[in-house]
C-alpha cells in the first residue's frame, strides 16, 4: 500500500481509508451516498417496462435533460434504453411499496399498481413527488451500465415528501 492520500484522515477518528478499491470497497462507499429513489418506466409494443432507479440526475438545463443509469443486466434495460421515451416517478415518502415492488425483476409488477398510459405509451404510476417524461436523447455506455440520457418534455410535481435511500435503507427527509 502506498502513502494515504488523505493523510488528515489519520486524525479523524473512525475514518477509513483503503487505496486498494475492491467491488466491496466501491459498493460500501457508494452506498453512503445519499440519494431519493425513482421509477423509470417505458413501453416496447405490448411490455410494460419498469424498473426501480437512484442514479438519476439533472444533466442539463438548455436543453434540459436528465439522466439515469440503467445496469445492462436489468431485463428491462434493452426495452428502456431504446424505446422512444420514458417517464420517470420521483417516489413520495410513503411509495416505499413501489419501489420494492420495482426493485423485483421482471414484467408482472404492473399487474400490482394501477397506471395510466403516458407520451411514448411510457406507463404512468400513482403520482408521488414528482415526474418527469422524456424522450429518448441517448444512451451512452457506461460499463456495465447505460447512461440514459432523456430530453424532459413534461412534468409533474406536488408538495409530498420524497422518500430517500442511504446506508442500504429506506429514509425520509423528516
Ligand atoms: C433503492 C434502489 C435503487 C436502485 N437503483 C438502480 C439504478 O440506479 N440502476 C439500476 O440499473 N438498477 C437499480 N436498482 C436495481 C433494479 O431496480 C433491479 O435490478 C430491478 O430488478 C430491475 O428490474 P428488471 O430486471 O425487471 O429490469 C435499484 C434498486 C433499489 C432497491
Request: aromatic residues 6%.
Amino acid at each position: 500500500m502506498g502513502p494515504n492520500p488523505n493523510p488528515t484522515a489519520n486524525f479523524v477518528e473512525d475514518a477509513y481509508v483503503s487505496q486498494s478499491v475492491s467491488q466491496q470497497e466501491f459498493r460500501e462507499t457508494l452506498a453512503l451516498w445519499p440519494s431519493g429513489v425513482t421509477v423509470v418506466t417505458a413501453r416496447v409494443g405490448d411490455l410494460p417496462l419498469g424498473m426501480t432507479v437512484s442514479s438519476f440526475s439533472s444533466l442539463s438545463l438548455d436543453p434540459p435533460l436528465i439522466l439515469a443509469c440503467i445496469a445492462k443486466s436489468a431485463k428491462s434495460h434493452d426495452g428502456i434504453v431504446r424505446a422512444d421515451g420514458f417517464a420517470v416517478h420521483v417516489l413520495a415518502r410513503d411509495q416505499e411499496d413501489i419501489s420494492r415492488l420495482f426493485a423485483r425483476p421482471g414484467p408482472e409488477k404492473f399487474d400490482e399498481v394501477p397506471t395510466d398510459a403516458g407520451l411514448f405509451g411510457a406507463p404512468l404510476l400513482p403520482l408521488g413527488v414528482a415526474r418527469l417524461v422524456c424522450s429518448h436523447e441517448a444512451g451512452v455506455d457506461g460499463g456495465d451500465h447505460t447512461i440514459l440520457i432523456g430530453r424532459v418534455l413534461e412534468v409533474a410535481r406536488t408538495d409530498l415528501s420524497p422518500l430517500l435511500y442511504w446506508d442500504r435503507d429506506y429514509r425520509s427527509a423528516t
